[in-house]
């Protein structure tokens, strides 16, 4: 826990996913992450192709998000949005789990709708993707079968919310994700994530990644612990 301010920056999916974000406060965004050196910015898709050409040349990926925010989209539709991200320049691709499908125990329409994904996202080297579960609208039951899932799927992460859901990012939902994909994949704590003391938490609890929209303000009080 003891990260500098760059080190921080360098977990962060800096994020404006509002659908009332113009393309002038996307630019700002984008050389905001780019600036701080942040892991990605997170955009949505119509957004992509300009955000890669403010970020090109530096550390900062573009992520966007597939199938957002309710998920329930066709495989065929949420597969078709990633290879049009992915060909607009995004590396980054958080992706929104079946959750009516999850609740109800149908594991075959989850597990297709991620592996059609993440095979997608295969096909252009050094890209990912973020399996989102909206942990709030989860029992702990499906919580813990859709990080299995995911794993098993070939995701790179699980995450926790989409910030448009019942609920954010909470402790105890970060915590059973890391228990239960023990390493197989990482977990990525977003919603509600506005505080250096929020994100000092959600890193505590297994976290290797934070979306926040409120990235300065968590940089800005962040001081790093001996």
């Given amino acids: ?58 550390p900062t990926k573009v992520c966007t998000v597939i199938g957002f925010p ?9 597969v078709a949005e990633a290879s049009q991200a992915l060909a607009d320049g995004a590396r980054e691709l958080d992706m929104v789990i079946a959750i009516g499908a999850l609740l109800e125990g149908d594991t075959r329409t989850v597990s297709r ?9 295969n096909r252009v080297p050094g890209s990912i993707v973020k399996v989102i579960l909206e942990t709030a609208a989860l029992t702990e039951q499906a919580l813990v079968q859709g990080c299995q ?8 992460f699980v995450k926790t919310s989409t910030g448009f859901g019942p ?26 994530i506005r505080s ?3 994100a000092r938490a959600m890193l505590a609890a297994g976290a290797t990644r934070l979306g926040t929209s409120s990235t300065l303000q968590i940089l800005e009080g962040w001081e790093p612990t001996p």
């Fill in 70 to 78: 309710t998920g329930a989209s066709m495989c065929e539709i949420k």
């Fill in 113 to 121: 709708d991620i592996e059609a994904v993440v095979s997608a996202a």
């Fill in 149 to 156: 899932l995911a794993c098993e799927a070939g995701a790179d």
């Fill in 196 to 198: 250096a003391q929020a």
């Fill in 1 to 58: 826990m003891a990260l500098d301010r760059r080190q921080l920056a360098a977990c962060i999916d800096h994020t404006l996913l509002k659908p009332t974000a113009t393309r002038s406060q996307v630019a700002e965004a984008c050389r905001l992450a780019r600036e701080w050196g942040c892991a990605s910015v997170c955009v949505a898709p119509r957004h992509v192709a300009g955000a890669h050409a403010i970020v090109a040349g530096s």
């Fill in 167 to 192: 609920g954010g990012a909470s402790i105890e939902a970060v915590r059973s994700m890391a228990r239960t994909v023990a390493g197989r994949c990482q977990v990525k704590a977003s919603g509600g």
